[in-house]
């Protein structure tokens, strides 16, 4: 019983980590009705950004603070996401309005090869650390309740808590305020949102602004357990079935997703895998997501998809 | 006609929109008075839309002035034109179709909404009145309209003559001084053309609102405008009341055909 908690708790918190790269998904397709291609070029940049203004701000303050090197580091990366927001809508977004999701989509693409490009022109390609001071070592838990307790990895247990938290802030903005609402809207219909009188310039700032500020997050925690470096930017593959069990456009779906994403591809590795020669986890969350698609294409707490003929 | 007609409100002065070599408008002119119905038709392809996308800045003339309340309006964009109380409503229906028809008629309201965003997050203080404030709003709009029914309905399923009233309602929670509609009645039913020209008469008789509208239905723009200006190939061949119009030669060659 003990083992199986432990591997539960473990993929929760594993599933929280795939869920905070899905949220960035979420975000920008619920304001824009974009699949956003560049999410994981969005997530390496700002953790080189992170890791490499940590480094610096570090050796200037000659390495006596730790937290503050790292609250500087924090601000300047979420600075340098801000530009990236508004960079994307005015060369590329802006002269986009009013046209096919598939322009859009192929225009997310072509972000990500730049984003990837050009984080590695300004920050360097080498593999660097983001040590924001979390805990690494590993915690017993009610010992008194089983036989030796439950192991519990305590950066896993306060990323999963970051995760968390974020994903409350972002539900709420979605659905209790008005620029939230504007949001929606946008995603909806470009030219009525704009005949309410809602600047869709900005919108997509303030969007691409949080999908980056999410992006960071993801990969300063990503970034933290597997270091910085270029394959940081395919954690977004690893998030794809988590939007599609979750649904492209809901906040709380993004984190069930992710949950139940990173429960099953444990537990099955452990349970499962011994009779089929393990090497279950690499694939189990591709073939759930195929089995979604097959049943409920809209996910778990997508929007019905439906169309008037 | 017993109607208080106000001052000019909207002048539009020799206005001129090409795309490439097309001509899509030629040197048009014409005012919009406070509180009238005013009509423009003209055959497809006349420039109607056009010339309502002009007036909310969608599109910008290369020639023309657009004075609005007496001032010359500069270069604009929709959003703006929503700003200076200009709404319009859409020929292909173009709502926010995953919402409900209550948030849709809501972001009508956005605009209004001043309060700060982290008191909204929080639903506390002035942000709660204020939203209050604004559902009681479109509770009346919604009210007005004869939608109670559907309020919580997502739009995407409503029939089409609902979503044409949903549209009209969104466009109405703006208070807006002018109205553009875009066809109000294209593809309706007999029933539902009625219902639609009650909702225009009321409103422009219970909130004072100056309405623009382009309609194909002739009977329909007789019986709702004060003045119809009428475009053909983007030319205006006709501008005046609606008897003065439908008499006119050249109107009753170009749009309404001979032997009418």
């Not at chain 1, 503050?68 to 977004?93: D, P, S, T």
């Not at chain 1, 730049?114 to 660097?128: A, M, N």
């Not at chain 2, 009321?202 to 009977?219: A, K, R």
């Amino acid at each position: 019983m003990a083992f199986f908690l432990e591997t539960l708790i473990g993929g929760l918190m594993a599933g929280m980590l795939y869920s905070l790269v899905a949220l960035g998904f979420v975000l920008i397709y619920k304001a824009s009705g974009v699949f956003n291609f560049a999410q994981g070029a969005m997530v390496l940049f700002a953790a080189l950004a992170m890791a490499r203004f940590s480094e610096w701000t570090n050796a200037a303050l000659g390495g006596d603070s730790l937290i503050l090197a790292n609250v500087i580091a924090f601000v300047g990366a979420g600075v340098v996401m801000f530009i990236v927001a508004w960079l994307i809508e005015r060369l590329a977004l802006r002269n986009l309005v009013n046209q096919e999701g598939a322009t859009l989509l192929m225009a997310t693409l072509g972000i990500a090869y730049v984003l990837e490009g050009v984080g590695q022109t300004l920050f360097g390609s080498e593999i660097y650390k983001i040590d924001v001071g979390m805990p690494k070592d590993p915690v017993m838990m009610l010992e008194n309740v089983f036989e030796g307790g439950i192991l519990i990895n305590k950066e896993d247990f306060y990323a999963a808590l970051i995760a968390a938290v974020l994903v409350a802030l972002l539900w709420v903005f979605f659905q209790k305020t008005s620029t939230g609402r504007a949001l929606r809207a946008v995603a909806d219909d470009h030219q009525a949102a704009l005949s309410v009188g809602i600047p869709l310039n900005r919108i997509w700032v303030i969007v691409w602004c949080v999908a980056g500020v999410a992006a960071l997050v993801a990969g300063i925690i990503w970034g933290s357990k597997l270091g910085v470096q270029f394959s940081l930017a395919t954690v977004a593959l690893r998030a794809l079935p988590v939007v599609i069990l979750g649904g492209l456009t809901s906040v709380p779906g993004a984190i069930l997703g992710g949950l139940i994403i990173g429960v099953g591809e444990k537990l099955s590795e452990v349970y499962i895998g011994p009779y089929v020669g393990g090497g279950i986890e690499i694939w189990f969350a591709y073939m759930l997501a195929l089995i979604f698609l097959l049943f409920r294409p809209q996910g778990l707490f997508g929007e019905k998809i439906i169309d008037r003929v | 006609m017993s109607k208080k007609i106000g001052d000019v409100i909207l002048d539009l002065q020799n206005i001129s929109l090409r795309f490439g070599g097309v001509k899509a408008l030629i040197d048009i002119s014409f005012d919009v008075r406070e509180h009238e119905i005013r009509a423009i038709i003209g055959p497809n392809g006349a420039g109607k839309s056009s010339m309502l996308n002009v007036i909310n800045g969608v599109y910008h003339p290369q020639e023309g002035k657009i004075l609005f309340r007496g001032e010359e309006r500069k270069r604009m964009h929709p959003h703006m034109a929503a700003a200076q109380g200009i709404s319009r409503t859409f020929q292909n229906i173009a709502l926010f179709k995953g919402m409900s028809v209550l948030d849709n008629i809501m972001t009508g309201r956005n605009l209004k909404m001043k309060s700060n965003l982290l008191l909204q997050a929080i639903w506390w203080g002035p942000a709660r009145n204020e939203e209050l404030e604004h559902r009681a709003k479109v509770e009346e709009i919604i009210d007005f309209l004869e939608i109670q029914h559907i309020r919580k309905t997502p739009v995407g399923r409503l029939p089409y003559g609902l979503q044409k009233r949903v549209d009209l309602g969104r466009a109405l929670a703006m208070e807006p001084q002018i109205l553009l509609l875009d066809e109000p009645m294209a593809g309706m039913n007999v029933e539902e053309k009625q219902d639609m020209c009650r909702f225009i008469l009321d409103v422009n008789d219970q909130f004072g609102t100056t309405i623009v509208l382009i309609e194909h239905d002739m009977s329909v723009v007789m019986d709702l405008s004060d003045r119809v200006v009428v475009l053909d190939y983007g030319q205006k061949i006709g501008d005046g009341d609606p008897d003065e119009v439908r008499s006119s030669p050249e109107v009753i060659k170009a749009y309404l055909g001979v032997g009418h």
